[in-house]
């Protein structure tokens, strides 16, 4: 485990062993956005692309907060398990397929690489990360798993909210289901059907914090039909019923605006 830091971003950027490890990897990669965490995953940098590509206001700092202040549950855990092994196990990642959604309700593939920074005594005090959407990559090569992939997850990201067939996912990639199913859980690190759900449930919790839509008209626009199945999915995936989200997040912006803290999302 690393020795955890409690401090200001200031303090943070002068415990790294060399400058370098903050910026010298963002020239790396083409059209990247970027940030630094701590090791109590706290942002402390933010790059504008990447304010900007999650909604976040012009007033509003990310800074001192976490994925889980910034992000549906489903999407903040999925950045925490990546975070947890490069600042735990001190890995690098390199091109992690996350799927991000902002306040505006817009769904997106990201690439996600992270290494972690350590100060001159060689422990690990946080970690920087680059991002790319998916858009912004070089055209696929003929072989490349993901762009194989990407009629498919572009047709979920923008299709999630229709009754999507397996069969027609893949054919779309032009596999065979058995192909097109093994292919899509090795390089995206789940299941079609659980990628297509977590983008729907992303979409419902956007929907639930930031509107007052009945919970039934949450449920259709994000791709569930049966009320009840939306209503168990969605507790699996956040531990609250919608309902609950939904007023939690109310009494924590309600909250926010009394002390003068930045709304959360």
Not at 83 to 111: A, M, W
Not at 147 to 153: H, I, N, T, W, Y
Not at 250 to 265: E, V
């Amino acid at each position: 485990m690393p020795d955890r830091f409690d401090a200001s971003p200031s303090d943070l950027l002068a415990r790294l062993r060399d400058a370098h490890e903050v910026f010298g990897p963002i020239g790396l990669i083409g059209g990247a956005m970027f940030f630094v965490k701590d090791a109590a995953y706290r942002y402390v940098a933010m790059s504008p692309a990447i304010r900007a590509a999650i909604g976040l206001g012009e007033e509003e700092s990310p800074l001192g907060r976490t994925d889980f202040d910034l992000f549906p549950p489903v999407i903040a855990e999925s950045f925490r398990r990546n975070d947890r092994q490069v600042i735990e196990q001190g890995r690098t990642l390199l091109d992690e397929v996350h799927v991000v959604g902002t306040r505006g309700g817009v769904t997106k593939l990201t690439y996600s690489s992270k290494w972690p920074l350590r100060d001159r005594a060689g422990r690990i005090v946080g970690l920087v990360g680059i991002n790319r959407p998916h858009e912004s990559a070089a055209p696929a090569a003929a072989g490349d798993d993901i762009g194989r992939l990407m009629p498919a997850v572009e047709r979920i990201l923008h299709d999630h909210a229709r009754r999507l067939v397996i069969a027609d996912l893949a054919r779309g990639c032009g596999l065979s289901p058995s192909h097109f199913m093994r292919l899509f859980r090795s390089r995206m690190g789940m299941t079609a059907h659980a990628f297509l759900e977590r983008v729907r449930i992303s979409q419902a919790s956007d929907l639930l914090r930031t509107g007052g839509l009945p919970i039934a008209e949450v449920a259709r626009r994000s791709g569930f039909y049966d009320h009840s199945s939306f209503v168990k999915r969605f507790r699996h995936h956040t531990g609250l019923t919608p309902l609950a989200y939904r007023k939690a997040n109310r009494t924590r912006l309600a909250a926010d605006l009394f002390t003068g803290t930045p709304p959360g999302p």
